[in-house]
């Protein structure tokens, strides 16, 4: 079995829930986190050319022989994103909003929906603290739920 893993810094590190998962599966693990990064796409450039590899520029990066595909994102977007929130329409690759509907769209042609898993941001210390786009981390996770709901 091969399992593939989209994310930022809580997918990237090692011995984290990448590899507690493949050990419980058995399986091989194929990691494309990358800490630090964002779902949408940022104005801003980093120094570090490897940060700038946001969610959907990785997107074709990924294995679609793999048996499943786990994607656990939101957290940066919230905590020092600069790409605006949007709305639940949205289709712009620089806003989360927008990111977050390419993504699903995306991942579903790819790999169809029996072989998609998304992992919520997990509760911060902050997530009640509105964000400099006025949004705190529950606003995210209630975007991703709506447009993970919406495609089944």
Excluded: W
Excluded at 23 to 30: R, V, Y
Excluded at 51 to 78: E, H, K, P, Q, T
């Amino acid at each position: 079995m091969k399992l593939a893993f989209l994310g930022d810094s809580i997918t990237e590190c090692e011995g984290g829930y990448v590899d507690i998962v493949a050990k419980e599966f058995g399986a091989n693990a194929l990691n494309y986190g990358i800490g630090g990064t964002c779902i949408a796409k940022q104005d801003i450039k980093f120094e570090t050319p490897r940060y700038n590899r946001d969610f959907l520029s990785r997107l074709n990066d990924i294995d679609v022989s793999s048996d499943i595909l786990f994607v656990f994102g939101g957290v940066n977007d919230y905590g020092h994103g600069e790409a605006a929130f949007g709305d639940a329409s949205d289709k712009s690759d620089y806003t989360f909003c927008g990111a977050v509907n390419k993504i699903v769209k995306v991942l579903l042609n790819k790999f169809g929906q029996d072989k998609l898993c998304f992992i919520l941001p997990y509760k911060t210390y902050q997530c009640d603290k509105p964000n400099k786009h006025d949004k705190t981390l529950k606003d995210y996770v209630y975007l991703l739920k709506r447009v993970l709901d919406k495609n089944n």
